[in-house]
């Protein structure tokens, strides 16, 4: 990242500053945030059942009742538990909406980080951990306005539910929110959701660009493509060979471009980008909106790959393993190929397509699990509203955009069951992205504590 190198190994031990905790409401919000970072949640490694436990006992102090919060694992993941926290509301002709984060966190290796990432580091207007962000930081906000909303004695019309989940950042691991979704709905049960997946945009100087509303999402979905020989003695080789025609399988796949297609949401989100921008770019989305079969200005938009990706299912490889000696013809060779899948699309009309650019020598299957279809959400006026009327008041003159995430979250598997989830606006981020998923993943304290005042006043706008 732009200026740490010369920050060096000294700032790697830089004690923790005052930040901006200078309520007593912030500073608890702050330990609350620590602690939750600093509580490793990275799969097989850490916890997230430690971690939940550590919000419940927060909400229980709080003065929550124990029927008001539910703890859930299952017994062969006994370390990727979740809570469920309600806030009963006074009207019951108003459906319950739901707060959804992710506890879990992407690996971090020590060795590859200028500072311990499950140390909670500030440094020239940063936080750094792993999780600051993803998902931490949003998880944090919920918990502390749960916390909050009862030591306030604020009491909602509409019932206020917190779930916190685990899985969210592996395909293979236990997944909290398929778990509620499948078998205890009835915890999760609301008329909408917020999550992840929204935010904002700063410029290079850290001024606001856009905030953004995540209305729908791909699904992420893994294939393996196999390719399989009898093999021999590599001082004999044949025109068969498994490492070569799995080759030709993946540069099929890499040559193929997924047809355009547009959601009501991914239609004004390029809708307002052709605005904005203008230009030749601005010309070619026009265009193609108006024929998603102009090859032309396809070509053009897709020169940028979120707006490529945010056109249409993307399949890519991303692992290799192949042959078993090294004198000796290949006997497999296997590819995985990740697919993140365009609303509406199946993973069976993709898996179709996958085997065709295969051909008859490799065998695709998709891996388990298989991700339910994505359903998007509508662009309703009562979600976004509220949206845009308490951001005018907290980030006056910034454009809000609803988008579609070309990657994933859990609100997939709650959509299955029929709740809408919006990835709320309101948390700024560089526009690097700030190193999630990567090396020394940051936020702005500026831009937690703004997050933080934001969303506690977004929820109460659609609590009453």
């Known amino acids: 990242m732009r200026g740490l190198g010369m920050i060096g190994a000294v700032l790697a031990c830089a004690p923790m500053v005052a930040g901006a905790q200078n309520r007593p409401d912030e500073k608890a919000f702050f330990a609350l945030y620590k602690e939750m970072v600093e509580t490793n949640t990275v799969a097989n490694v850490g916890s997230c059942t430690k971690a939940a436990a550590q919000v419940g006992a927060r909400l229980k102090a709080a003065g929550y ?18 809570v469920v926290a309600v806030l009963k509301g006074s009207d019951p002709a108003m459906k319950p909406m739901l707060l959804l984060g992710h506890l879990d966190v992407v690996e971090a290796k020590r060795a590859d980080w200028q500072r311990d990432p499950f140390t909670l580091v500030e440094e020239n207007g940063y936080y750094y951990a792993r999780g600051t962000v993803d998902d931490k930081a949003m998880s944090s906000i919920w918990a502390d306005a749960m916390v909050r909303f009862r030591q306030q004695s604020y009491h909602p019309r509409r019932t206020i539910k917190l779930a916190l989940t685990c899985g ?103 809708t307002a980008n052709a605005k904005m921008r203008g230009g030749e770019l601005g010309d070619a989305i026009r265009r193609l909106l108006a024929n998603p079969q102009d ?30 000696a090294e004198n000796a013809l290949p006997q497999r060779a296997t590819a995985n190929v990740n697919c993140r899948i365009f609303p ?23 891996n388990q699990p298989i991700r339910p279809v994505a359903v998007p959400p509508t662009l309703d006026p009562k979600i976004l509203g509220p949206m845009t009327r308490v951001a005018a008041k907290h980030f006056p003159g910034v454009p809000i955009l609803p988008s579609m995430s070309t990657g994933a979250t859990d609100g997939i598997f709650l959509e299955a069951i029929g709740i809408p989830v919006y990835g709320a606006p309101g948390t700024f981020l560089d526009p690097d992205f700030n190193g999630i998923h990567g090396l020394n993943e940051r936020i702005r304290v500026s831009s937690l504590y703004d997050a933080r005042n934001y969303l506690f006043d977004l929820v109460k706008a659609y609590a009453g």
């Open 65 to 82: 009742a124990d029927a008001d919060i539910t703890y859930f694992s299952v017994p062969d993941h006994p370390n990727d538990g979740g």
């Open 344 to 366: 509406g699309e199946t993973v069976d009309t993709t898996l179709a397509k996958l085997k065709e650019l295969a051909g008859p020598k490799v065998t695709v299957t998709a």
């Open 295 to 324: 090859q032309a200005a396809d070509a053009i938009v897709s020169r940028d790959k979120v707006l490529h990706s945010t056109l249409r299912t993307t399949c890519v490889a991303t692992l290799l393993n192949a042959g078993h």
């Open 168 to 270: 969210e950042e592996t395909t293979w691991a236990f997944n909290g929110a398929q778990w509620l979704a499948q078998n205890r709905p009835d915890l999760v049960a609301a008329e909408f959701a917020l999550n992840e997946g929204g935010g904002g945009l700063l410029d290079a100087q850290g001024k606001r660009q856009l905030l953004s509303v995540q209305v729908g999402e791909k699904a992420a979905q893994n294939f393996t493509l196999t390719a399989t020989n009898p093999g021999g003695h590599s001082s004999a080789p044949t025109p068969d060979n498994a490492i070569y025609e799995l080759a030709d399988a993946i540069k099929a796949v890499q040559g193929y471009e997924f047809p355009v297609k547009f959601t009501d949401t991914t239609r004004a989100f390029f």
